[in-house]
């Protein structure tokens, strides 16, 4: 069994290493159609490890199937949790442009920050997704906790929220940085610590940038690994799952941030989403739903808003009154 994590996490730093030192080593702003491209790569290879997990699970090479998961519906639960994790990343997409806005990050640099802050995660992940399944088998009453957990977070992404990009800045967090660590303001060419005019070792902000980054993603842990938890308490197909999906955050960054709101029906999906997990995970021992099932319940939630979002933006533009015709121009008079 320690091989399979081993050569998983051997590929989940060969994958980052290629995508900063190789296809992301010079600091420029990405483009659009650049982070499409890498995208597609990262989502490809994230639907595609669907494949080994089937044959793990089929022929119990981890040695200690002890949840009795054929190939088939552990393919089926890596893949629903899998969409469930990219679809919750959408929300943190925003935040993290609100952090970049906040901290005046050039676009140069925001792929470095994103890099560091998803290595991050992927150790913080590990962590709590363990807890959290060392927590729903020891103590059954996690999961009606869990379960009112996500409800509430659901019905939360339906209210109005404060979308001020300083009070990033003038958060308790940074603060107290501010506060306890010499911090160096301006442009230092994308380094995390520099010394002062005096010597010293000091912090830029875009280390207090990467410092925020990752306290919203252990924020928004709190919501997405209860849900993945609904989905399955197997270890190795909700870990690989869960990183399989931050690796792609980077570049679905870069592709999204500048068009999150042409999604705005999304936050409604991923709060109906939220609060049918959260009532999947109180009712779990009276209710069950197969795995295809809710498979097919996740990717309907996401398709509703992606589409409906589509469809009304449409035709916003096609009632939208035409722009006023620009004044003709006036010849500047003739000189004699």
Known sequence: MIWFWIGFFVFVAVALGLDLGVFSRSAQDP?????FRKSMVWIGLGLAFAGPVFLIYEHN???????????????ITYVSAYLLEEALSVDNIFVMALIFRSFRVPGKYQHRVLFWGILGAVVFRCAMLG???????????????????????????????????????????VRLLRRFVRVIDGDHAGKFLVRDNHGRRA????????????????????????????????????ITSNIMAILGLRSMYFMLAGAMAEFDYLKYALAGLLVFIGAKMIGHGHVHLSNAVSLGIIAGFIGAGVIASIVVNRRRAATAPAPPPAPPAVAPPAVE
């Open 131 to 173: 807890g959290g399944v060392w927590l729903t088998k020891k103590f059954d009453f996690v999961f009606y906790f869990f379960g009112a957990y996500l409800i509430y977070s659901g019905l939360g992404l339906l209210r109005k929220e404060d979308e001020d990009e300083d009070h990033l800045e003038k958060s308790t967090a």
């Open 61 to 75: 090479w981890l040695g200690a199937n002890t949840s009795g998961l054929t190939g088939k519906d552990a393919a």
């Open 203 to 238: 912090l830029t902000t875009l280390a207090v940038t990467l410092v925020v980054v990752e306290l919203t993603d252990v924020v928004f842990a709190l919501d997405s690994i209860p849900a993945v938890l609904a989905v399955s308490q197997e270890s190795f197909v909700i």
């Open 31 to 35: 483009t659009f159609k650049t982070a």
